[in-house]
């Protein structure tokens, strides 16, 4: 622990990556698997139905999220420099675990990419006409890199903690504009990490086979554990921070209510135990009466004996 903190935080990233790489490799081509299953269903769809458009292939992130549960994990556990991690073990519980969320974020996901890339495309347009439509446009670009950030952190907290899905939402909202540092961070490896795979598109002098060769070779091994493992470096101790935090300030809190319910139970406790010692003293009873008959007494019937040991108990308790 004292050698990683006298490690700058950009070569531990680049040692937990160097240290790591195989093991993002084979996360990379579990992930690879589904994707091209996925992605070759709706590039059929989109083909067969002449629809010819991007969002009917985009559906892929839909069913494809949840195998992201298992990425995100796996690189988790990398950012944070494990080296024993059981890669398929520790993809496929995650994938399971957290299926159903993850099906959500990933329709989210898509309505978040459809109305951003659709608005800004729109305005674009009208600005031609009329240039106030550049500042709604400016707005929709604004709002588009919320949503990025949004989502560095939607999946990293949902495989981290066990948390209701409104309470992630919101620490995503939040942390999304709130953990700007980290969040441009991550955007900035990921902008270099865009930079190093072009440089090998490039480097294919504009050979077909060449540029699918690489680009295959970037997709089924490389590129989306990469970018989830910078991702996750950028932002997980913020993250972690901020959540457990939270959890903190929750607990006193309840603390507090329940230290506050109980106090007034007692006081109600003690007022109504007042009240009926008050009516007992009040109370006229026959003591020189034969027979132990029932009393009517506070909505109970009591043996008219032991009302009278009642009564001279709250007569005595009132003298003190």
């Known amino acids: 622990m004292a050698n990683e903190n006298k490690t700058l ?18 996360t990379n081509l579990l992930f690879a698997i ?10 059929a769809v989109n083909t067969l139905t002449g629809l010819n458009s991007f969002f009917v292939i985009l559906f892929t992130v839909i069913p494809l999220f949840p195998f ?12 944070k420099g494990e080296t024993d991690v059981d890669v398929c073990r520790t993809f496929f519980a995650n994938v399971k675990e957290n299926f159903p969320r993850f099906l959500v974020h990933g329709v989210l996901f898509y309505i978040a990419a459809f109305f951003t890339y659709y608005s800004i495309t729109l305005y674009f347009r009208m600005g031609a006409e009329n240039g106030v439509f550049y500042v709604l446009m400016a707005f929709c670009i604004l709002i588009g890199i919320l949503l990025m950030f949004f989502f560095y952190h939607i999946p990293a907290m ?13 620490n995503g909202l939040l942390m999304s504009f709130g953990e700007l540092k980290s969040n441009l961070i991550a955007t900035f490896g ?7 795979a072009s440089s090998f598109l490039i480097c294919c002098g504009g050979n077909p086979i060449a540029i699918a060769i690489v680009t295959a070779v970037l997709g089924l091994f490389i590129l989306p554990s990469v970018m989830a493992f910078i991702i996750n470096s950028a932002i997980y101790k913020r993250m972690y ?31 109504a135990e007042e009240d009926t010692a008050e009516q007992l003293r009040k109370l006229e009873i ?31 308790s009132g003298e003190k």
């Open 9 to 26: 935080p950009i070569a531990r990233v680049f040692s937990n990556l160097f240290h790591g790489f195989p093991k993002l490799l084979l």
């Open 241 to 271: 921070a901020m959540i457990t935090d939270r959890e903190a300030q929750s607990r006193k809190v309840d603390k507090r209510l329940s230290e506050k319910y109980t106090e007034l139970e007692n006081l109600r406790h003690k007022k």
């Open 158 to 170: 949902t495989v981290s903690f066990e948390l209701p899905m409104k309470a992630i939402y919101r």
């Open 34 to 43: 589904p994707a091209a299953v996925f992605f070759a269903i709706f590039y």
């Open 190 to 196: 990921l902008l270099l990490l865009f930079v190093v």
């Open 286 to 316: 026959d003591e020189s009466a034969d027979g132990d008959e029932y009393i009517f007494f506070n909505g109970k019937m009591i043996k008219r004996s032991v009302l009278l040991k009642m009564k001279h108990a709250a007569e005595e």
């Open 68 to 79: 992201y549960a298992g990425v995100v994990s796996v690189t988790l556990h990398l950012a």
